[in-house]
């Protein structure tokens, strides 16, 4: 099939969930055409069968905010036209899902007939889409779509309650490339430069905003710090890290912190890591934590959203509720603290995520492609 896919090319899940899938497709022989305004980081260097097209935006002087849908809408027409499109697969709604719906109706005035489907990945219906004022337009591009994925039951569940929701929403879980994972190389040397003295090693990724609860996970880690030796990684930035270091040097935690930023090889990283935290306010889904499961890093997590149908309470990892430090902190020095019961977790943690795997998750999309293009 020769597929369109929109997406994000930040390092979010939703970016990286539409580049791995795309990535997997074009694996298979397919034609992918990734569409956005920057290559999306995943993406790496060329790859057989895979193209990018760029959304031009120009900063004509009189907008005080650019058009961006406008011009993603006639980037879509452009690409479906001329690199004769089957389908349109649009991740995240806003403003990817109406911006496929216009320049549906474009291709339609044209008698060229694109279905697209929407993948909703989380922030698209909770945070934003929440607010009143995006609703109007969220609801009617949902249900103009050929056909609506979720990426956990929960945020099915979530869509279905704030937005009068017509068409069916298929859930189809995140994923993950087991291969590769199965005998992650610890690299020893990164282990060696952040925990010289076989120190126990904590770690969180993400794009560091409120909703991530990053205080939580550096109060963890103070918790955690006072019964034995421990680092914390910090992967990723957004505008809470900032806030979280400064907490670390009143409390005098920066020597065992180490804050690294946005990196491309977060499976890397994440491999010499004994534990995983995930303290968020809600995740529809959690992928950042299935990235930690895979190279077999169990998680202690919030149990809000989707979380909980990735982590499983007492086998891959632990769950409480939303700021339930304590609590979280507890699991955690008893998990850190039992050689042999971590190792079981680490391992554990590894057969959960296996149930992501992409081989698994693949053909569910292929099925709902091949069902919606005539
Ligand atoms: O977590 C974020 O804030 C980024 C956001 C995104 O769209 O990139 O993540 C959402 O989509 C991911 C991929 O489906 C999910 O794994 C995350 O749980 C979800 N984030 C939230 O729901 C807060």
């Known amino acids: 099939m020769n597929i369109g896919i929109v997406c994000y090319p930040t390092f979010g899940g939703s970016g990286v969930v539409a580049t791995e899938l795309g990535k997997a497709l074009a694996a298979k022989g397919h034609c992918i055409h990734f569409i956005s305004y920057q290559q999306p980081v995943r993406l790496g260097s060329f790859l057989e069968n895979i193209s990018y097209h760029e959304v031009n935006?120009?900063?004509?002087?009189?907008?005080?905010y650019q058009p961006y849908e406008l011009v993603l809408a006639s980037k879509l027409v452009d690409?479906?036209?001329?690199?004769?499109l089957d389908l349109l697969h649009v991740h995240y709604a806003i403003p990817h899902a109406s911006a496929a719906y216009m320049a549906q109706q474009i291709l339609k005035s044209e008698g060229i007939d694109i279905p697209f489907i929407t993948t909703l990945h989380g922030t698209d219906i909770t945070l934003v889409g929440k607010d009143k004022s995006f609703e109007p337009v969220i609801?009617?591009?949902?249900?103009?779509?050929?056909?609506?994925?979720?990426?956990?039951?929960s945020l099915k569940q979530e869509t279905l309650e704030y937005f009068k929701i017509k068409t069916a929403i298929n859930v189809i879980p995140n994923f993950i490339c087991i291969e590769g994972c199965e005998h992650p190389d610890t690299d020893e040397e990164l282990k060696n430069s952040i925990a010289p003295n076989g120190e126990k090693i904590l770690a969180h990724v993400s794009n560091f905003r409120k909703v991530k609860r990053v205080k939580d996970v550096v109060k963890i880690f103070a918790q955690v710090r006072k019964e034995m030796p421990c680092k914390l990684l910090l992967i990723g930035d957004g505008p809470e890290r900032h806030e979280a270091e400064v907490y670390c040097r009143e409390k005098g935690?920066?020597?065992?912190l180490k804050v690294l930023g946005k990196v491309k090889d977060t499976e890397r990283i994440l491999s010499i890591a004994d534990l995983f935290l995930l303290p968020s306010e809600f995740e529809s889904f959690g992928l950042a934590a299935l990235e930690a499961m895979a190279v077999g890093v169990p998680v202690i997590s919030s149990n809000t959203g989707g979380i909980p149908e990735v982590n499983e309470h007492g086998f891959s990892g632990y769950l409480s509720d939303v700021g339930d430090v304590n609590e979280m902190a507890k699991n955690a020095i008893n998990l850190l603290g039992d050689e042999e019961k971590l190792n079981q977790f680490k391992l554990q943690a590894f057969n959960q995520a296996k149930k992501f795997d992409i081989l698994n998750v693949l053909p569910m999309y292929e099925k709902l492609y091949k069902s919606i293009v005539k």
Do not use: G, R
Not at 57 to 64: A, E, G, I, M, Q
Not at 139 to 153: K, P, R
């Open 139 to 153: 609801t009617f591009a949902i249900n103009q779509s050929n056909a609506v994925t979720a990426v956990s039951e």
């Open 253 to 256: 935690l920066s020597d065992d």
């Open 79 to 84: 690409v479906v036209k001329y690199e004769k």
């Open 57 to 64: 935006v120009s900063n004509y002087p009189l907008f005080d």
